[in-house]
């Protein structure tokens, strides 16, 4: 039955948004087998990256508060409870938490039931030290509507790696996604540690060395069965200069990507540590050159590519190029564009130029507890975007029923990439 009135309609499209399930295809959480690789509970949640960066805005330097001078080194040589403190004392209770991440973490203590009203850290940390991490795994799935997420899985990490190595049957709402930066961005050790690990490889990216590599791909797609491939790339990211990176994409990536039907994600646009004391907090934005995505588009037509990219001046020809090119799915509102500005602009622009074919959001989660607030936040602005559009459409006459918008709307939130996947 056609929903009649505008009123109607948008009230419609609001409800639906909100009561779908989300698959979210980038975080940086773990199932519960991998151990405190899983980062959950309040003092995760403040000392989130985004909020250190934020809290060396509030120059803690300030002697009238007996805040010893703090430095990089002396902030993260602090216990995380520390940290936690001194970022809920200067970025929540001196200044008003107007910024994203302060925001989120109020929104995250009341999807949890708790009265950001309180203020009371201390009674926040007793809510979380009653649970266990399976028990929290199922609360926050379940009120962030969450089907399933994508990890970040790097067989480099040293923690990591014994878990895939062991065999353990994982959570099968936590899917694998093999991250290649180890691989890619540091060929110089790459190599070395690849050797180690018996690898018939050398610096030079001969035939040997080649087929090494790839049997290393394919040895852990086996192993952890990824629904993509993935790799972060610097503003100056060139697939077709004479570096090993771009003779790695070329003669190894591309391949193994296309006979193993794993999409080759590339996140571009990241500069590394910028500011090294800062460390993971310390990456800033630089705008990338889209005609390299363009150009592995065209001449790598039977290859799939998730792009996304982190700075906002790349996203409306990234949006064209998706149009020029249909093995091409942008993805999410990333890093410093997951903020209400900029994700109602994206969301607006790219339905605009690909319609649905687009996957609006990924939560980008480091923290579990993140899925609740980078979903209700999202959900609220792709609600809001999402309602327009279709009040665009109501106003040309046509007619839709609340089917059809469960059907768009679930296939932004996941049907999208599964189809992009061949799923
Ligand atoms: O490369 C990435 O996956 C980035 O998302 C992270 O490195 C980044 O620190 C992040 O978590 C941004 O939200
Ligand atoms: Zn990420």
């Not at 250190?52 to 330097?61: C, I, L, N, Q, S």
Request: charged share 25%; glycine share 4%.
């Amino acid at each position: 039955m056609f929903l009649e009135t505008e009123d109607k309609l948008r009230q419609t499209v609001w409800e639906v948004v909100h009561r779908t399930p989300i698959f979210d295809i980038h975080t940086h959480i773990y199932d519960a087998r991998f151990g405190d690789l899983l980062l959950w509970g309040i003092d995760e949640v403040l000392t989130y990256h985004y909020l250190v960066a934020e809290v060396f805005r509030y120059d803690p330097m300030d002697q009238q508060h007996f805040y010893e001078h703090l430095d990089y080194q002396k902030f993260y040589a602090m216990p995380k409870r520390k940290q936690a403190d001194l970022i809920w004392a200067k970025v929540f209770l001196e200044h008003s938490p107007v910024s994203e991440a302060a925001r989120g973490v109020l929104t995250t203590l009341g999807l949890l039931g708790m009265d950001p009203r309180d203020r009371n850290l201390n009674l926040y940390r007793e809510y979380f030290e009653a649970k266990t991490a399976e028990e929290h795994i199922n609360t926050v799935f379940h009120v962030a509507n969450i089907e399933g997420v994508i990890m970040t899985n790097d067989p480099f990490d040293d923690k990591e790696r014994p878990v895939w190595e062991s065999g353990q049957v994982g959570d099968k709402r936590f899917h694998a996604a093999l991250r290649l930066d180890g691989l890619l961005n540091n060929w110089g050790e790459a190599h070395t540690i690849l050797k180690s690990w018996g690898y018939n490889v050398k610096d030079k990216l001969d035939k040997t060395t080649v087929a090494e590599v790839n049997r290393f791909l394919n040895e852990w797609i086996d192993r952890m069965d990824p629904l993509y491939m993935a790799v972060s790339l610097p503003p100056t990211f060139d697939a077709f200069d004479k570096s090993d990176r771009a003779k790695l994409i070329h003669k190894c990536i591309l391949p193994v990507s296309r006979d193993r039907h794993r999409p080759f994600a590339m996140m571009i646009g990241v500069k590394k540590l910028t500011n090294p004391g800062l460390a993971v907090a310390g990456d800033s934005v630089g705008k990338a050159t889209i005609e390299v995505v363009e150009r592995l588009c065209l001449e790598n037509q039977k290859n799939k590519f998730l792009v996304t990219m982190l700075s906002r001046e790349n996203q409306h020809e990234l949006c064209i190029a998706a149009r020029k090119f249909n093995n091409l799915l942008p993805f999410g509102c990333w890093w410093y564009l997951n903020d209400p500005m900029t994700i109602d602009e994206m969301t607006r622009m790219r339905l605009e130029l690909l319609g649905l074919s687009f996957i609006p959001q990924h939560s980008d989660a480091r923290v579990l507890d993140q899925l609740l607030y980078k979903w209700a936040h999202s959900r609220w602005l792709i609600a809001l975007v999402l309602q327009d559009k279709y009040s665009d459409l109501h106003r040309t006459g046509w007619r839709v029923t609340e089917t059809e918008i469960e059907r768009d709307v679930s296939y932004l939130f996941g049907g999208a990439f599964k189809h992009f996947l061949g799923a």
